[in-house]
Protein backbone atom coordinates (compact mmCIF):
# COMPACT_ATOMS: atom_id res chain seq x y z
CA UNK A 1 0.00 0.00 0.00
CA UNK A 2 1.51 3.54 -1.24
CA UNK A 3 2.49 5.73 1.97
CA UNK A 4 3.00 9.45 2.20
CA UNK A 5 3.36 10.22 6.41
CA UNK A 6 3.74 13.84 7.22
CA UNK A 7 5.58 14.01 10.50
CA UNK A 8 3.17 15.90 12.69
CA UNK A 9 0.00 16.09 12.58
CA UNK A 10 -0.78 19.12 14.76
CA UNK A 11 1.81 21.95 15.14
CA UNK A 12 1.82 24.98 17.26
CA UNK A 13 4.61 27.50 16.81
CA UNK A 14 5.00 30.92 17.98
CA UNK A 15 5.92 34.04 15.83
CA UNK A 16 9.59 33.78 14.45
CA UNK A 17 10.01 30.25 15.07
CA UNK A 18 11.83 28.55 12.39
CA UNK A 19 9.41 25.63 11.04
CA UNK A 20 10.38 22.23 9.59
CA UNK A 21 7.57 19.67 8.19
CA UNK A 22 8.72 16.78 6.92
CA UNK A 23 7.28 14.29 4.41
CA UNK A 24 8.45 11.09 3.31
CA UNK A 25 7.19 8.50 0.69
CA UNK A 26 8.01 4.72 0.01
CA UNK A 27 6.78 5.01 -3.37
CA UNK A 28 10.38 5.81 -5.04
CA UNK A 29 8.56 8.94 -6.92
CA UNK A 30 10.20 11.48 -8.86
CA UNK A 31 7.94 14.38 -7.89
CA UNK A 32 6.96 15.40 -4.45
CA UNK A 33 5.01 18.56 -3.62
CA UNK A 34 3.77 20.78 -1.01
CA UNK A 35 0.15 22.48 -0.87
CA UNK A 36 -0.91 24.94 1.09
CA UNK A 37 -4.87 24.54 1.61
CA UNK A 38 -7.23 27.37 2.65
CA UNK A 39 -10.99 27.66 2.89
CA UNK A 40 -11.84 29.06 0.00
CA UNK A 41 -9.08 28.81 -1.73
CA UNK A 42 -8.06 25.11 -2.13
CA UNK A 43 -4.89 23.65 -2.98
CA UNK A 44 -2.08 26.13 -3.43
CA UNK A 45 1.14 24.64 -4.57
CA UNK A 46 4.21 26.18 -2.90
CA UNK A 47 6.75 24.47 -3.98
CA UNK A 48 7.75 21.24 -6.12
CA UNK A 49 10.93 18.96 -6.29
CA UNK A 50 11.10 16.88 -9.33
CA UNK A 51 14.51 14.81 -8.53
CA UNK A 52 16.79 14.97 -5.31
CA UNK A 53 18.45 18.38 -4.56
CA UNK A 54 16.02 20.31 -7.70
CA UNK A 55 13.22 22.21 -6.74
CA UNK A 56 10.67 24.62 -8.03
CA UNK A 57 8.46 27.69 -6.64
CA UNK A 58 4.85 27.39 -6.85
CA UNK A 59 2.25 29.63 -6.81
CA UNK A 60 2.98 30.87 -3.34
CA UNK A 61 6.09 30.50 -2.31
CA UNK A 62 7.27 33.35 -0.89
CA UNK A 63 8.02 33.20 3.31
CA UNK A 64 8.89 29.31 2.88
CA UNK A 65 12.02 26.96 1.44
CA UNK A 66 12.47 23.46 0.99
CA UNK A 67 14.93 20.63 0.86
CA UNK A 68 15.27 17.48 -0.81
CA UNK A 69 18.31 15.73 0.01
CA UNK A 70 17.26 12.08 -0.66
CA UNK A 71 14.33 10.84 -2.69
CA UNK A 72 12.31 9.50 -0.24
CA UNK A 73 12.29 12.96 1.77
CA UNK A 74 10.98 16.51 1.38
CA UNK A 75 11.19 19.41 3.88
CA UNK A 76 9.13 22.21 4.14
CA UNK A 77 10.50 25.17 5.98
CA UNK A 78 9.22 28.43 7.76
CA UNK A 79 12.70 30.39 7.98
CA UNK A 80 10.23 32.74 10.30
CA UNK A 81 7.18 31.76 11.15
CA UNK A 82 4.30 34.27 10.63
CA UNK A 83 0.39 34.25 11.83
CA UNK A 84 -0.73 34.29 7.89
CA UNK A 85 1.08 30.96 7.26
CA UNK A 86 -1.56 29.33 10.29
CA UNK A 87 -3.20 26.37 7.70
CA UNK A 88 -3.51 23.13 6.71
CA UNK A 89 0.04 21.90 5.02
CA UNK A 90 -0.43 19.09 2.36
CA UNK A 91 2.57 16.64 1.35
CA UNK A 92 1.86 14.58 -1.77
CA UNK A 93 4.17 12.65 -4.32
CA UNK A 94 4.30 10.99 -7.96
CA UNK A 95 5.78 9.35 -10.07
CA UNK A 96 6.34 10.44 -13.88
CA UNK A 97 4.07 10.55 -16.70
CA UNK A 98 0.51 10.25 -16.65
CA UNK A 99 0.01 9.40 -13.02
CA UNK A 100 -2.24 10.96 -9.77
CA UNK A 101 -0.60 12.59 -6.68
CA UNK A 102 -1.01 11.08 -3.29
CA UNK A 103 -1.53 12.81 -0.61
CA UNK A 104 -0.22 12.65 3.10
CA UNK A 105 -2.82 13.53 6.12
CA UNK A 106 -1.90 16.93 6.48
CA UNK A 107 -0.16 19.19 8.90
CA UNK A 108 -2.57 21.78 10.36
CA UNK A 109 -0.03 24.20 11.88
CA UNK A 110 -0.99 27.63 13.86
CA UNK A 111 1.64 29.76 14.10
CA UNK A 112 0.50 32.09 17.57
CA UNK B 1 -1.67 29.20 -17.97
CA UNK B 2 -4.04 26.31 -16.55
CA UNK B 3 -7.04 27.09 -14.69
CA UNK B 4 -9.16 24.65 -12.51
CA UNK B 5 -12.93 26.49 -11.83
CA UNK B 6 -15.45 24.70 -9.24
CA UNK B 7 -18.68 26.98 -9.16
CA UNK B 8 -20.49 25.41 -6.30
CA UNK B 9 -18.74 25.72 -2.77
CA UNK B 10 -21.42 23.61 -1.27
CA UNK B 11 -24.10 21.06 -1.91
CA UNK B 12 -26.28 19.18 0.61
CA UNK B 13 -28.49 15.92 -0.45
CA UNK B 14 -29.91 13.49 0.86
CA UNK B 15 -29.08 9.91 1.22
CA UNK B 16 -29.57 7.45 -1.65
CA UNK B 17 -29.91 10.45 -4.24
CA UNK B 18 -27.44 11.36 -7.23
CA UNK B 19 -25.33 14.09 -7.13
CA UNK B 20 -23.67 16.33 -10.12
CA UNK B 21 -20.71 18.32 -9.08
CA UNK B 22 -19.42 20.36 -11.75
CA UNK B 23 -15.97 21.27 -12.86
CA UNK B 24 -14.57 23.69 -15.69
CA UNK B 25 -10.91 23.84 -16.84
CA UNK B 26 -8.74 26.27 -18.95
CA UNK B 27 -6.29 24.94 -20.99
CA UNK B 28 -4.70 25.28 -24.60
CA UNK B 29 -2.84 21.99 -24.12
CA UNK B 30 -4.52 18.93 -26.17
CA UNK B 31 -3.31 15.77 -24.10
CA UNK B 32 -3.79 15.99 -20.77
CA UNK B 33 -5.43 14.67 -17.54
CA UNK B 34 -8.06 15.02 -14.94
CA UNK B 35 -8.91 13.82 -11.30
CA UNK B 36 -11.76 14.16 -8.90
CA UNK B 37 -10.00 13.90 -5.17
CA UNK B 38 -12.53 13.16 -2.37
CA UNK B 39 -11.35 14.91 1.12
CA UNK B 40 -13.40 13.43 4.01
CA UNK B 41 -13.27 14.98 7.49
CA UNK B 42 -9.70 12.86 8.69
CA UNK B 43 -8.31 15.11 5.93
CA UNK B 44 -6.61 12.36 4.10
CA UNK B 45 -7.09 13.26 -0.03
CA UNK B 46 -8.01 10.25 -1.69
CA UNK B 47 -8.45 9.85 -5.70
CA UNK B 48 -12.01 8.96 -6.64
CA UNK B 49 -11.53 8.54 -10.13
CA UNK B 50 -9.30 9.68 -13.56
CA UNK B 51 -9.89 10.89 -17.17
CA UNK B 52 -7.75 11.05 -19.57
CA UNK B 53 -8.48 13.82 -22.39
CA UNK B 54 -7.50 11.43 -25.43
CA UNK B 55 -9.90 8.83 -24.10
CA UNK B 56 -13.71 9.80 -25.59
CA UNK B 57 -15.50 7.02 -22.93
CA UNK B 58 -16.39 8.52 -19.99
CA UNK B 59 -14.48 6.87 -16.98
CA UNK B 60 -16.82 4.75 -14.25
CA UNK B 61 -15.83 3.63 -10.55
CA UNK B 62 -18.59 1.94 -8.61
CA UNK B 63 -21.36 4.36 -8.07
CA UNK B 64 -18.73 7.59 -9.28
CA UNK B 65 -18.90 8.53 -12.69
CA UNK B 66 -17.86 11.32 -15.25
CA UNK B 67 -19.16 13.53 -17.61
CA UNK B 68 -16.28 14.82 -19.94
CA UNK B 69 -16.93 17.13 -22.71
CA UNK B 70 -13.51 18.10 -23.98
CA UNK B 71 -14.56 21.32 -26.49
CA UNK B 72 -16.75 22.39 -23.48
CA UNK B 73 -13.38 22.11 -21.25
CA UNK B 74 -16.22 20.42 -18.58
CA UNK B 75 -15.44 17.67 -16.23
CA UNK B 76 -18.40 16.86 -13.96
CA UNK B 77 -18.48 14.00 -10.98
CA UNK B 78 -21.89 12.54 -10.80
CA UNK B 79 -22.25 10.11 -7.40
CA UNK B 80 -24.99 7.81 -7.18
CA UNK B 81 -26.96 6.11 -4.32
CA UNK B 82 -24.94 9.13 -2.01
CA UNK B 83 -24.27 7.49 1.29
CA UNK B 84 -23.09 9.48 4.39
CA UNK B 85 -19.20 8.20 4.15
CA UNK B 86 -19.41 10.60 0.66
CA UNK B 87 -19.61 13.66 3.39
CA UNK B 88 -16.12 15.11 1.83
CA UNK B 89 -14.77 17.95 0.24
CA UNK B 90 -14.35 17.37 -3.27
CA UNK B 91 -11.60 18.73 -5.30
CA UNK B 92 -11.30 18.97 -9.35
CA UNK B 93 -7.72 18.33 -10.62
CA UNK B 94 -5.98 19.12 -14.24
CA UNK B 95 -2.39 18.02 -14.75
CA UNK B 96 -0.37 17.82 -18.64
CA UNK B 97 2.43 15.34 -19.87
CA UNK B 98 4.25 18.96 -19.95
CA UNK B 99 4.21 19.96 -16.47
CA UNK B 100 4.80 17.54 -12.98
CA UNK B 101 2.34 19.86 -11.23
CA UNK B 102 -1.16 18.64 -10.29
CA UNK B 103 -3.67 22.55 -10.55
CA UNK B 104 -6.76 21.96 -8.04
CA UNK B 105 -9.91 23.46 -7.81
CA UNK B 106 -11.02 25.46 -4.78
CA UNK B 107 -13.23 22.83 -3.85
CA UNK B 108 -17.07 21.82 -3.12
CA UNK B 109 -18.36 20.76 0.08
CA UNK B 110 -20.59 17.70 -0.17
CA UNK B 111 -22.90 17.20 2.67
CA UNK B 112 -24.72 13.75 2.51
CA UNK B 113 -27.83 14.01 5.00
CA UNK B 114 -29.45 10.37 6.71
Known amino acids: DVKVTQSSRYLVKRTGEKVFLECVQD?????MFWYRQDPGLGLRLIYFSYDVKMKEKGDIPEGYSVSREKKERFSLILESASTNQTSMYLCASRSQGWTEAFFGQGTRLTVV | AQTVTQSQPEMSVQEAETVTLSCTYDTSENNYYLFWYKQPPSRQMILVIR??????QNATENRFSVNFQKAAKSFSLKISDSQLGDTAMYFCAFGTGGSEKLVFGKGMKLTVNP
Open chain 2, 51 to 56: QEAYKQ
Open chain 1, 27 to 31: MDHEN
